[in-house]
């Protein structure tokens, strides 16, 4: 989340059946239809159904008719308009819907014959106009008339506008952003916007619009079914994965066929889930129109619709291409045996929010559908709730909203084949409050995070059908680290500041051994109590929305401000970083990140690195890249070239953790022996060998700390893994702990720069014998050694 960036930028009928009564026009259409069935076949195919009402534009069960179905409690009319192009055109003609007074629910259906008897033979795109409370239903109004105008905002909080041509929540595919950087394009974004400058004018041939796809067998391969502990996550941007890579080619770049291609890298890396920052469509189509960051949105933390799949990202930009060509996507990470997951952002809109009187605002799809329904409205109603720093939040605590979000995390987990989702400020859509306040209640059932872990449902603690859900557990004033629900798993930002405050704040912070401990063994003391597992604990140094690993080590400060394209400059990010250059000296800011990266993948927990990581990528100290759309904020692949013994290493850390089941305990260590064998399952070792007491693990002036894993008594075979962290500056001798019978210490990994040139990693079967009882651990470093 750009929890950073705080402030918001504007980019700022009647009943037409009588139209078809007489039996000259239904032959008409009949004939029309029959020849155009052989033209456009895919038109009549069965059409996408979304969520238990069948929200959204499907065919019906005949293949004859297509159904719009939209829900608004408040409005007192609604109307489809259909269309035959995306842009610059006027509709073909419009249908009055009809509410079913219980559900709310606003429907119509229209045969195919009709579609095509006025002109609509291929791709259908619609969107519906709306009126209510604040803005009556006249048949005599007109398109950029201001007949049956009440006000922008009424005392409930409608914003009704029919002037304002709205998307469908429920659109699967969405035609174009609001705002097109072309020639013929839409570049200006007052016209959705409600007042007096703009109030009468109609959007109708400019805003994006739904488009009815034909139903086609979703081939996304055989999803793994993988437990959640033995995870490692890639989290990365979808374009910025293969924008700058020469191996893909050019028309493939930043696409999801090109992602796909990739597959392959990140199976011989070694991770086992690609993570992708948003992918529901958002605006992103003015991006790089110039070489700047000005209006750019390249994180994607402002989606306006959340069925889409974002067109921007597809090669087959053509109605029904971005759908498909994900679905290719996940199958190809399924045939490595890779998950996909998306970072998901349902707690505010890219509707944005009001100007300073409350009246102006964006409306172009849920707004103007049921402002107060779908939106968190302050208590005077003319403003919002917000507490995610972006834009008003999304109302969680309606069970109308609940079910949109459940439904399109249906959508792309059985559609499109995701595996998981990593969910933006997820505090917010625990929000049980409807009005001006905030409840995270985690108790409550119907919740929506209850509701998520019951019915899509969570993935079960031993593999199997089901979705990961991982939690972003904070919000710009809400932080509820470690307070989610059972089936849950959170970022845990506290394993973050600890490892780096030891690293990087030494003798400015205190760290004492035993936050070490707990952080390495997989937070205790934050998941237990609600009947989690380490597991639930995904462990990151760095995220998306930050320093990358090298930066973490290579600057003092951002410099955000101070960039000029195409690194920046990018406004926010936070000036608590926890960073330290290491004294300006590239190989100990080298050995620095190193030893980070280890911490990560030889702590319990799932451990989540970002996308470029591996081979030492840099963001040149800027802390908040969401504006910028670059060369500088692509992976570059050179670096494999530039850090040939970083990346090796990586990949070989990478691959010890995939080989250890020990390093991904299915519970919380005990600290005792289990089979007898004399080794506790996980035991604490001071430098001198012993076992440190409470004295020590509470004391801030002691910098080392080691484990030693009992592999017998964790489906590690007979194996013990120790590992020796020393966060001093200078060297500390470390007794070894007694060998089991027969067996002896091998060393695997010494972070130290004395071990580069060997990618600082020894290859399975290929382990340094240790011949003596004792072992230099370098200040600053991590060793890993192993007992056979």
Not at 457 to 481: C, F, H, K, S
Not at 514 to 542: C, M, Y
Not at 548 to 560: F, G
Not at 567 to 587: A, H, I, V
């Amino acid at each position: 989340m750009n929890y950073a960036r705080l402030s918001l930028a504007w980019h700022p009928h009647s009943n037409n059946r009588g139209k078809f009564s007489s039996p000259k026009h239904w032959l008409l259409a009949a004939l029309l239809s029959l020849v155009l069935s052989f033209a456009i076949p895919s038109l009549i195919e069965p059409a996408l159904a979304v969520g238990a009402n069948n929200l959204g534009a499907t065919f019906d069960a005949t293949q004859n008719n297509v159904t719009f179905r939209v829900y608004s409690n408040a409005a007192t009319h609604l109307e489809v308009w259909l269309y035959d192009q995306n842009l610059g055109a006027a509709e073909k003609f419009k249908l009055p819907l009809t509410q079913d007074s219980s559900s709310k629910i606003w429907s119509v259906s229209v045969p195919v014959s009709t579609l095509k008897a006025n002109g609509i033979t291929d791709t259908i795109y619609y969107g519906y106009r709306a009126w209510g409370p604040n803005w009556t239903y006249d048949p005599s109004w007109t398109q950029g008339s201001t007949v049956g105008f009440v006000r922008d905002v009424d005392g409930q909080g409608n914003r009704f506008n029919p002037n304002k041509l709205l998307l469908d929540p429920y659109a699967v595919e969405v035609s174009h952003d609001r705002l097109i950087p072309t020639a013929t394009g839409q570049t200006n974004g007052g016209i959705y916007v409600s007042g007096p400058e703009y109030r009468a004018f109609d959007t109708g041939s400019q805003a994006p619009k739904g488009i009815v796809l034909p139903l086609a067998q979703a081939d996304i391969g055989n999803k793994p079914t993988r437990p959640f502990k033995d995870e490692i996550i890639y989290e990365v941007h979808l374009r910025g994965l293969t924008e700058n890579d020469p191996d893909i080619p050019e028309n493939l770049r930043g696409t999801y066929a090109g992602a796909a291609l990739k597959a392959k890298y990140l199976k011989d890396l070694g991770v086992t889930a690609v993570e992708f920052l948003p992918l529901q469509s958002m605006q992103n189509d003015t991006n790089d129109v110039i070489a700047s960051t000005a209006g750019d949105n390249y994180w994607g933390y402002d989606p306006y619709n959340y069925f889409a799949a974002d067109r921007r990202y597809a090669a087959d930009k053509t109605p029904g291409g971005p759908t498909q060509e994900f679905q290719q996507m996940t199958k190809a990470f399924h045939e490595q045996g890779l998950k996909v997951y998306v970072d998901v952002v349902y707690n505010h809109t890219g509707e944005e929010g009001v100007d300073s009187t409350g009246n102006i605002s964006p409306i172009f799809t849920m707004r103007g559908l049921d402002n107060p329904t779908y939106y968190e409205l302050s208590n005077d109603v003319r403003y919002y709730y917000s507490d995610n720093g972006v834009g008003p939040n999304l109302n969680t605590g309606n069970p109308v909203v609940r079910d949109l979000i459940i439904d399109s995390l249906a959508y792309w987990k059985d559609t499109l084949g995701v595996d998981g989702f990593r969910f933006d400020l997820a505090p917010v859509i625990g929000n049980d409050c409807q009005r001006g306040c905030f409840q995270f209640n985690k108790f409550n059932p119907e919740n929506a995070l209850n509701r998520m872990v019951k019915e899509l449902p969570v993935r079960p603690a031993n593999g199997g059908n089901g979705a990961d859900l991982i939690a972003e557990p904070w919000a710009v004033t809400n932080y509820q680290m470690g307070n989610f629900p059972s089936g849950w798993a959170e970022w845990n930002d506290k394993f973050r500041d600890s490892f780096r405050k030891v690293q990087n704040r030494l003798g400015v912070e205190n760290v004492p051994p035993n936050e070490l401990a707990t952080r390495f063994a997989g937070s205790r003391d934050l998941f237990q109590d609600d009947g989690r597992k380490p597991w639930h604990s995904v462990n990151f140094i760095v995220a998306h929305d930050g320093f990358t690993l090298r930066d973490v080590y290579n600057c003092n400060q951002k410099t955000n401000s101070q960039l000029t394209w195409d690194q920046g400059p990018s406004d926010g990010g936070t000036d608590n970083n926890l960073s330290w250059d290491q004294g300006g000296d590239p190989s100990l800011q080298r050995q620095a990140t190193r030893t980070a990266l280890a911490l990560e993948m030889l702590s319990a927990g799932v451990p989540m690195m970002t996308g470029g990581d591996e081979m030492y990528r840099t963001q040149y100290c800027n802390n908040n890249m969401y504006n910028v759309d670059s060369a500088a904020n692509w992976l570059d692949y050179d670096n494999i070239k530039e850090y040939p013994h970083f990346f090796n290493y990586s990949q070989k850390l990478l691959a010890f953790r995939n080989a250890h089941p020990a390093l991904r305990p299915a519970d919380f260590f005990r600290g005792i022996d289990n089979n007898g064998n004399g080794l506790k399952d996980l035991t604490w070792l001071r430098s001198d060998g012993n076992e440190p007491d409470s004295n020590y693990f509470s004391d801030p002036n002691q910098h080392f700390l080691a484990y030693r894993l009992d592999g017998s008594e964790l489906g590690d075979g007979g194996q013990s893994i120790y590992v020796a962290y020393n966060s001093w500056s200078g060297n500390i001798q470390a007794t070894l702990p007694p060998n089991l019978p027969g067996k002896q210490w091998y060393r695997v990994a010494d972070t130290a720069g004395f071990m580069e040139s060997q990618d600082n990693f020894n290859a399975p079967g290929a382990e340094e014998l240790l011949t003596g009882s004792t072992y230099d651990v370098n200040g600053r470093s991590l060793v890993l050694l192993i007992e056979k």
